[in-house]
């Protein structure tokens, strides 16, 4: 059974930095990507950041590049979430997402099969 664990949400104000964590277990990312995803209220879940782990490369919404920086540790099967110079308008439920289909775009939320709980980052002006 796939279990995705996440950690480190928390509520920051406006220019602060968070890192998140997700611990994966009964899985293996492997060739595959593993990332993050975020639903603010009212608003679909869209991607944040993704990540394939065997090579490292990464995939950002415009909106986080250059602001969030997605990495892994293949050792652990965690990816991690930077955020810095965070905005209020990143105020979100944050999943992680693992196993990626393969048929759209990685960051799209409709093509990963397994899903954390996800953890809310708040962040106020």
């Known amino acids: 059974q796939v279990h995705l664990m996440e950690s480190g949400g928390g509520s920051v104000q406006a220019g602060g930095s968070l890192r998140l964590a997700c611990s994966a277990s009964g899985w293996t990312c492997g060739r595959n990507f593993m990332g993050w995803f975020r639903q603010a209220p009212g608003k679909e879940r869209e991607g944040v950041a993704v990540i394939l782990c065997a090579l490292g490369s990464a995939l950002y919404d415009p909106s986080v590049k250059g602001r969030f920086t997605i990495s892994r540790d293949n050792a652990n099967n965690t990816v991690y979430l930077e955020m810095s110079s965070l905005k209020p308008e990143d105020t979100a439920v944050y999943y992680c997402?693992?196993?990626?289909?393969?048929?759209?775009?990685?960051?799209?939320?409709?093509?990963?099969?397994?899903w954390g709980q996800g953890t809310q980052v708040t962040v106020s002006s």
């Open positions: 997402a693992a196993e990626w289909r393969g048929a759209l775009n990685a960051l799209s939320s409709d093509e990963y099969n397994y």
